[in-house]
Nanobody
């Protein structure tokens, strides 16, 4: 199995930047598609970004295109989410996920982290 632990969350003002990390253990993540999802209070979990195992193919929700960047370092067994120009509507718990995916935006990932809180103030 794979354990995923998110870090880097916190409070930031609108327009600022934040970098989230997802550290994996148990097995290498080199063969997995990795993704970030987020969930605001009272709302369903939604797709944010995904990256294929090669690192050459990335996917983003329309709401974050041009502002967020997903990347991976397989040697460090870590995935990142660089969040720039953040908005109050980005406030949510952010979750890291891993899976052998065909449809990268699906919620059917095999492994999930416990999440890290991101709060954006105006």
């Amino acid at each position: 199995q794979v354990q995923l632990v998110e870090s880097g969350g916190g409070s930031v003002q609108a327009g600022g930047s934040l970098r989230l990390s997802c550290a994996a253990s148990g097995r290498t993540i080199s063969s997995y598609t990795m993704a970030w999802f987020r969930q605001a209070p009272g709302k369903e979990r939604e797709f944010v970004a995904a990256i294929r195992r090669s690192g050459g193919s990335t996917y983003y929700a329309d709401s974050v295109k041009g502002r967020f960047t997903i990347s991976r370092d397989n040697a460090k067994n870590t995935v990142y989410l660089q969040m720039n120009s953040v908005k109050p509507e980005d406030t949510a718990v952010y979750y890291c996920a891993a899976g052998l995916m065909g449809e990268v935006t699906s919620r059917e990932y095999t492994y999930w982290g416990q999440g890290t809180q991101v709060t954006v103030s105006s």
